[in-house]
């Protein structure tokens, strides 16, 4: 008996009955305090939307923390790459806007591992530098509009991604894919062998660099996702300079940590997309309880570090970078 | 006659100044098990880690088969028949059972950049079932696993591909007698199927009735290689130690009183998993060796004293003071220094100057109102560094330039600074060379005489012998003998008790 719940404790299934406990009970909470304005079947369906588009962010987020790196660039990312795909689009259509979302973010991506592996400066250093040259890059591209419309998405008929079900078919694709890429390829294991111990890895035969290298690339693959979605949701992009763009980097990060949190039981991109769906519930619940935005931030914040402590808490004394 | 699978010619290790492995050559047959002993620090492991592809080798050659052997990792060692299962933990967190068994080795299972995940855990399912594993699932992830249970898949690892030569470093002592019999199982299997096994073990008795012959390293070279069915563990022992004690650098002193007042008390000193239930005193001017093998807990115990280790039971008193030391800012604050055995990431901080690494723990003091001067801080420093003789270019020097003595030395500097007055050293002089140790024991001695007391956890056995005015010998975590300061005590009584 106990050899069976302690298998169980380790399966996925362990995983994902907390996970969807964690859901159900901020529904349930949610939906006590606030009947009318939280949690009917409609709003449900507005969270769910809202967080796909983080969790597919938090997706690519999750190859380079795996390995103990950090990306501080990519909200730039997202509103250079959203404004390359608008700018495209306005000649291109459909064709513009979803490969200038893609393309751009993955260039950038080759270029972020390109400056990391070469400089061997710490991500967060390089990535911090190049937020900067990015914010200044968009400031620029939007001035480039031929429309006038700098950053807007004026065609009607381009914005078949801000409602489903082509969101739902865009995001569960890169869900799919980032599944796949995990399972199904050598990558998923050699992040997690060099988050491990760089120096067994190495030891391995695993070429260290090169995966680092790709694990940027794929992160910002799929922030080139993300930003498409973000871009039809909003129906456009403004571009932002001084570092603003780094607010856009947490909500997906929040997601990867419920990733990484959820590692252990071997389904972190369902942690991933489920992670953001129950941050979404709790900051439209606090929304809905009229709870001011700092206060809601508070709470959100501290529920974060709750779950993922309680979930992932490392041995007393070990040592957590 | 028996076929030579594998051989070394002259094979040399340097790290830096220390000359790990001196122009060892040996041959190893095909379907033996070959037992590889010798004390802390003889060259065992370092031997096997160049032929595993782990290190590099210095200089000379090792042959497999007639061919000359050029390994630059694991995997390029396995693909030519040579395996390793190490001391310590070998397996990867974060990657299913499956993915670590197959680390470096997933072609098997690609079909084009597509990996067959789903025959990759039939296969290791199957495997691990072959072995007695089926408790084990392999598409868990690793992490869910206890440490013996990490420790065999490890082994399954190691000997699934059917290797020509399976090095097994020191994995008994992680293994329950239940994991061990599994082991000898293996091994068994492996020389059943003309496999040759190389067995590295503190244990003489279990090297004794597993292996066919036994080659002895001392100070990295090669003493003598030995048919197991015609020694027994004390001929091993002379051959493990086989030296008079070198007493040039040692305390020449033996008579061994010291103060009957105790400075420290350790009472029921416990964590779990490493030690249980320690008790001594420490007395004034006293130097207190602990010894045993590396595993033995004694590390441990070092930083449980100065309130580094979590999970402790027990208590370490200071009776002078009616102190109990429960942390290490206490136990800084009370006089009490330290110096791990893992000298670069516990004690010292490579990547600031020498100045501040001997300023760090003396900033309280050193601080008027709260406010740093520079100029007093580097006069500090200076004054200890010179006391000390660090070999610099100046107090500004980054640490990570400085060799493994001037290291120590900066370590001690800073303990100097702090002006402690109980010194717990771990492995004081491990790495180092004769100069810079001749220092080391001088200052030692010139502690004692102010009065000062040391614990002095060391491995190596004649600087126990040659330092300590009482020696405790821990052995799988509890003391097993007390030795006093003696000309007639000998490193054979020393490692009677450690073995």
């Given at each position: 008996m106990n050899e069976t719940i302690s298998r169980f404790k380790r399966s996925k299934y362990f995983g994902y009955a907390l996970l969807f406990g964690l859901a159900l009970f901020f529904w349930a909470f949610f939906k006590i305090l606030s009947p009318h304005n939280f949690g009917t079947s409609k709003l449900m369906a507005n969270y769910l939307q809202t967080s796909i588009q983080y969790a597919v962010g938090g997706c690519g987020f999750y190859f380079i923390v795996v390995m103990g790196l950090f990306d501080m660039s990519i909200g730039a990312n997202i509103v250079l790459s959203s404004l390359v795909g608008v700018l495209l689009s306005r000649q291109f259509g459909y064709y513009g806007l979803i490969f200038g979302c893609l393309l751009c973010g993955t260039l950038i991506g080759s270029f972020n591992g390109f400056l990391y592996t070469r400089l061997r400066i710490p991500s967060m250093i390089v990535t911090v530098g190049l937020m900067l040259v990015l914010e200044s890059v968009a400031a620029y591209v939007v001035k480039l509009d031929p429309a006038g419309?700098?950053?807007?998405?004026?065609?009607?008929?381009?914005?078949?991604?801000?409602?489903a079900p082509w969101n739902y078919i865009v995001a569960v694709s890169a869900f799919l894919l980032m599944a796949f890429i995990l399972r199904f390829t050598k990558l998923g294991t050699y992040f997690n062998a060099i988050g491990s111990n760089e120096f067994v890895a190495k030891a391995m035969g695993i070429n260290v660099e090169k995966y680092k290298f790709i694990g940027f690339v794929l992160l910002h693959f799929f922030v080139g996702i993300m930003a498409l979605l973000t871009v039809s949701y909003g129906k456009g992009m403004l571009a932002v300079t001084g570092m603003e763009s780094m607010g856009r980097n947490f909500k997906p990060l929040m997601g990867t940590f419920f990733g990484v949190a959820f590692k252990k039981y071997g389904m972190p991109v369902s942690a991933i997309v489920i992670g953001e769906f129950i941050i979404t519930l709790i900051f439209n619940g606090l929304v809905a309880l009229n709870v001011p935005t700092t206060i809601n931030d508070f709470v959100t914040g501290a529920v974060l570090l709750i779950i993922v402590t309680l979930t992932n808490r490392g041995a007393r004394g070990s040592v957590v970078k | 006659m028996k076929e030579v699978v594998l051989r070394s010619e002259n094979v040399n290790k340097h790290f830096g100044i220390t000359h790990a492995v001196k122009d060892v050559s040996l041959e190893f047959y095909r379907g033996e098990v070959h037992g590889l002993i010798g004390e802390n620090g003889s060259g065992k492991s370092t031997y096997c880690s160049m032929l595993s592809g782990i290190h590099s080798i210095s200089s000379g050659r090792f042959i497999l088969e007639g061919k000359e052997l050029h390994v630059k990792s694991l995997v390029e060692a396995n693909m030519n028949g040579i395996s390793i299962v190490v001391q310590e933990m070998g397996t990867l967190s974060g990657l299913t059972v499956a993915e670590n068994i197959f680390l470096g080795r997933e072609h098997k299972f690609m079909h084009g950049f597509i990996k067959d995940t789903a025959q990759m855990n039939r296969e290791t399912q199957q495997l691990l079932d072959s072995y007695g594993?089926?408790?084990?699932?392999?598409?868990?992830?690793?992490?869910?696993?206890?440490f013996e249970d990490r420790k065999l898949i490890e082994i399954v690892k190691a000997t699934y591909f059917e290797p020509l030569v399976v090095t097994i470093d020191e994995t008994t002592t992680a293994l329950s007698q239940k994991g061990r019999e599994e082991l000898f199982k293996i091994i068994e299997h492996l020389k059943e199927t003309n496999k040759t096994v190389i067995f590295i073990s503190h244990d003489l008795s279990e090297v004794l009735a597993h292996t066919d012959r036994i080659s002895v390293l001392r100070d990295g070279a090669l003493v003598k290689t030995v048919n197991s069915n015609e020694v027994d563990a004390d001929e091993l022992k002379r051959l493990m130690?086989?030296?008079?004690?070198?007493?040039?650098?040692?305390?020449?002193?033996?008579?061994g009183t010291v103060s009957d007042e105790v400075v420290l008390s350790v009472s029921n000193l416990s964590v779990p998993g490493e030690f249980e239930d320690i008790s001594f005193d420490l007395h004034q001017g006293e130097i207190l060796g602990i010894g045993g093998l590396s595993e033995c807990g004694m590390h441990e115990l070092g930083k449980a004293i100065f309130g580094g280790s979590y999970d402790r039971t027990g208590s370490v008193l200071l009776p002078r003071k009616g102190l109990e030391i429960t942390s290490i800012p206490e136990a800084i604050k009370h006089g009490i220094a330290y110096t791990s055995k893992d000298r670069d990431n516990e004690s010292i901080v490579l990547a600031i100057n020498i100045a501040d690494n001997i300023t760090l723990p003396s900033l309280d003091i050193l601080a008027k109102k709260r406010v740093l001067k520079k100029k007093e801080l580097h006069a500090f420093a200076q004054s200890h560094a010179d006391r000390m003789s660090v070999r610099m270019t100046g107090i500004k020097q980054y640490v990570f330039d400085l060799s493994g003595g001037n290291k120590q030395k900066v370590v001690l500097a800073r303990w100097l600074g702090r002006d402690s007055d109980i010194f717990v050293l771990d492995s004081p002089t491990r790495g180092i060379d004769v100069k810079v140790k001749a220092d080391i024991y001088a200052l030692m001695s010139e502690l004692k005489e102010r009065g000062k007391s040391i614990i002095m956890i060391s491995e190596e056995i004649l600087e126990l012998i040659g330092m300590s005015d009482r020696i405790l010998i821990m052995k799988n975590g509890k003391f097993n003998g007390t030795f006093t300061r003696s000309v007639a005590l000998t490193e054979e009584d020393l490692i009677a008790k450690m073995v």
């Amino acid at each position: 008996m106990n050899e069976t719940i302690s298998r169980f404790k380790r399966s996925k299934y362990f995983g994902y009955a907390l996970l969807f406990g964690l859901a159900l009970f901020f529904w349930a909470f949610f939906k006590i305090l606030s009947p009318h304005n939280f949690g009917t079947s409609k709003l449900m369906a507005n969270y769910l939307q809202t967080s796909i588009q983080y969790a597919v962010g938090g997706c690519g987020f999750y190859f380079i923390v795996v390995m103990g790196l950090f990306d501080m660039s990519i909200g730039a990312n997202i509103v250079l790459s959203s404004l390359v795909g608008v700018l495209l689009s306005r000649q291109f259509g459909y064709y513009g806007l979803i490969f200038g979302c893609l393309l751009c973010g993955t260039l950038i991506g080759s270029f972020n591992g390109f400056l990391y592996t070469r400089l061997r400066i710490p991500s967060m250093i390089v990535t911090v530098g190049l937020m900067l040259v990015l914010e200044s890059v968009a400031a620029y591209v939007v001035k480039l509009d031929p429309a006038g419309f700098p950053g807007k998405l004026t065609d009607p008929n381009i914005l078949a991604f801000n409602h489903a079900p082509w969101n739902y078919i865009v995001a569960v694709s890169a869900f799919l894919l980032m599944a796949f890429i995990l399972r199904f390829t050598k990558l998923g294991t050699y992040f997690n062998a060099i988050g491990s111990n760089e120096f067994v890895a190495k030891a391995m035969g695993i070429n260290v660099e090169k995966y680092k290298f790709i694990g940027f690339v794929l992160l910002h693959f799929f922030v080139g996702i993300m930003a498409l979605l973000t871009v039809s949701y909003g129906k456009g992009m403004l571009a932002v300079t001084g570092m603003e763009s780094m607010g856009r980097n947490f909500k997906p990060l929040m997601g990867t940590f419920f990733g990484v949190a959820f590692k252990k039981y071997g389904m972190p991109v369902s942690a991933i997309v489920i992670g953001e769906f129950i941050i979404t519930l709790i900051f439209n619940g606090l929304v809905a309880l009229n709870v001011p935005t700092t206060i809601n931030d508070f709470v959100t914040g501290a529920v974060l570090l709750i779950i993922v402590t309680l979930t992932n808490r490392g041995a007393r004394g070990s040592v957590v970078k | 006659m028996k076929e030579v699978v594998l051989r070394s010619e002259n094979v040399n290790k340097h790290f830096g100044i220390t000359h790990a492995v001196k122009d060892v050559s040996l041959e190893f047959y095909r379907g033996e098990v070959h037992g590889l002993i010798g004390e802390n620090g003889s060259g065992k492991s370092t031997y096997c880690s160049m032929l595993s592809g782990i290190h590099s080798i210095s200089s000379g050659r090792f042959i497999l088969e007639g061919k000359e052997l050029h390994v630059k990792s694991l995997v390029e060692a396995n693909m030519n028949g040579i395996s390793i299962v190490v001391q310590e933990m070998g397996t990867l967190s974060g990657l299913t059972v499956a993915e670590n068994i197959f680390l470096g080795r997933e072609h098997k299972f690609m079909h084009g950049f597509i990996k067959d995940t789903a025959q990759m855990n039939r296969e290791t399912q199957q495997l691990l079932d072959s072995y007695g594993l089926n408790r084990i699932n392999a598409s868990t992830v690793i992490d869910n696993y206890s440490f013996e249970d990490r420790k065999l898949i490890e082994i399954v690892k190691a000997t699934y591909f059917e290797p020509l030569v399976v090095t097994i470093d020191e994995t008994t002592t992680a293994l329950s007698q239940k994991g061990r019999e599994e082991l000898f199982k293996i091994i068994e299997h492996l020389k059943e199927t003309n496999k040759t096994v190389i067995f590295i073990s503190h244990d003489l008795s279990e090297v004794l009735a597993h292996t066919d012959r036994i080659s002895v390293l001392r100070d990295g070279a090669l003493v003598k290689t030995v048919n197991s069915n015609e020694v027994d563990a004390d001929e091993l022992k002379r051959l493990m130690v086989g030296r008079e004690l070198d007493n040039r650098y040692y305390r020449t002193d033996y008579d061994g009183t010291v103060s009957d007042e105790v400075v420290l008390s350790v009472s029921n000193l416990s964590v779990p998993g490493e030690f249980e239930d320690i008790s001594f005193d420490l007395h004034q001017g006293e130097i207190l060796g602990i010894g045993g093998l590396s595993e033995c807990g004694m590390h441990e115990l070092g930083k449980a004293i100065f309130g580094g280790s979590y999970d402790r039971t027990g208590s370490v008193l200071l009776p002078r003071k009616g102190l109990e030391i429960t942390s290490i800012p206490e136990a800084i604050k009370h006089g009490i220094a330290y110096t791990s055995k893992d000298r670069d990431n516990e004690s010292i901080v490579l990547a600031i100057n020498i100045a501040d690494n001997i300023t760090l723990p003396s900033l309280d003091i050193l601080a008027k109102k709260r406010v740093l001067k520079k100029k007093e801080l580097h006069a500090f420093a200076q004054s200890h560094a010179d006391r000390m003789s660090v070999r610099m270019t100046g107090i500004k020097q980054y640490v990570f330039d400085l060799s493994g003595g001037n290291k120590q030395k900066v370590v001690l500097a800073r303990w100097l600074g702090r002006d402690s007055d109980i010194f717990v050293l771990d492995s004081p002089t491990r790495g180092i060379d004769v100069k810079v140790k001749a220092d080391i024991y001088a200052l030692m001695s010139e502690l004692k005489e102010r009065g000062k007391s040391i614990i002095m956890i060391s491995e190596e056995i004649l600087e126990l012998i040659g330092m300590s005015d009482r020696i405790l010998i821990m052995k799988n975590g509890k003391f097993n003998g007390t030795f006093t300061r003696s000309v007639a005590l000998t490193e054979e009584d020393l490692i009677a008790k450690m073995v």
